[in-house]
């Protein structure tokens, strides 16, 4: 069995080479990626009693980041002290970031494959870092049931997506993709939008405890991105400790 729909891998195979061009078709990922980042170190070192200030606080951690794209969460992993894996179905991502990171002088276990490959494969994860991607997955209650096989008891996983509401189709759909053409038009189909309370429902199914949830707000104002406790309307990330 495969989470794969080969119709959303074509979708960003197509964009596969602009990942690390900050005015490209992905510039909102790269707009969003400190704020997104912020709340992938905070939980992560909250849950494993980590120093985030230390230099490198992630050391002796196993990361997965799957659907890893160009890097762009892969990298700053590395940096941190984490050994990461990164995964992508799509092998122009993998390539891509193959690259990136060989510039940058890091060294990431960059693998063109799937979640349900590696569960096959016996691989285990301290941490395992779904980012938006299970609106783009053929069955997400079976992806996130994976997820919860590919962390060791009592490890993190970290999910981010699109809450499926009125807002969130004027932002990321309407706002991104018709009006500033960040995005193709058809990358997000709203109807696989998840809500929060979707999302961590079924977290818990596969025995994940889900243990903090956070909306990602964007200011048009200030132009820039913040965390919020209240507002999970658009972007929001969950986390949840694997129990059993």
Known sequence: MTSIDPAEIAKFEAMAAEWWDTKGKFKPLHMMNPVRLDYIVTQI??????????????DGLRI?????????????????????????AAEGNIAV????????????????TTAESLLQDDEAFDVVLALEIV???AEPAEFVATCHDLA????????????RTVKSF???????????????????????????EELAQMMVQAGLAPVDRRGMVF???????????????????ISGRRTV
């Not at 070192?45 to 992630?58: C, K």
């Not at 799957?66 to 590395?78: N, R």
């Not at 002290?81 to 990164?86: P, R, Y």
């Not at 970031?97 to 063109?112: N, V, W």
Request: hydrophobic fraction near 40%; charged fraction near 20%; proline fraction near 6%.
């Open 45 to 58: 070192a909250a849950e494993f009693g980590l120093d985030r200030n230390a230099p490198r606080p992630f």
């Open 64 to 88: 997965l980041d799957i659907g890893c794209g160009g890097g762009l969460i892969s990298e700053p992993m590395a940096r941190l002290g984490a050994t990461v894996v990164g995964a992508d």
């Open 97 to 112: 970031a193959r690259l990136h990171a060989e510039q940058q002088g890091l060294k990431i276990d960059y693998r063109a």
């Open 135 to 137: 609106e783009h997955v």
């Open 152 to 163: 060791r008891p009592g490890g993190l996983v970290l999910m981010s997506t699109l809450n």
């Open 170 to 196: 004027g932002a990321a759909i309407i706002g991104a993709e018709w009006v500033m053409r960040w995005l193709p038009k058809g990358t997000h189909d709203w109807d696989r939008f998840i809500t929060p």
């Open 219 to 237: 200011n048009p104002i200030t132009w820039g991105w913040s965390l919020s406790d209240r507002d999970l309307t658009v972007n929001y990330a």
